[in-house]
C-alpha cells in the first residue's frame, strides 16, 4: 500500500512545474538525522574541514568518531573535527583504540576472581 501512495505522489509531482512545489518539512525515520552518527557524518550539522567552530556543534545522535561514544566526548575541542578521511585522524584513532584495549585488559583482570587452590588431597 505504501509503495502505491509513493507511486501516485511521485506522478502527482511529476505532473506540477518546478515552480508548484515547495518543501515546507519532512516527516517520518531519517537515518541520516535520527540514528546515531559519528559528527562527521551529521546531515543537522554539516562538517567541515575547513570551519572547526562549526564542528563543534553536534545533534542529539552524534558520536565522538575517535572515542565512538555520544557527543561531546572529554576531548570534544579537538575530536570534533575528527574525521575518516584524514590519515592523521586514522591514527589517533587506532592508537586511541590499543589504548582503551589494553585498559579494558587491565580492569578486566583486576576483577577476575582470584585463582581458587585445589582441593586438599585425602591420605589413604
Partial sequence: LQARVAQANCRALEKMSGDDVEIVGEAGFNALRDAPHARCHCVTHPFSESDEGANARFCAHCVCWVCEVPAPCSHWQSHSCA???????????????????????VRAQAAAPPPQPPPPVLAA
Fill in 83 to 105: 574525521h575518516d578521511k584524514s590519515v592523521n585522524w586514522i591514527n589517533t584513532k587506532r592508537s586511541w583504540q590499543r589504548r582503551q584495549k589494553a585498559a579494558n585488559d
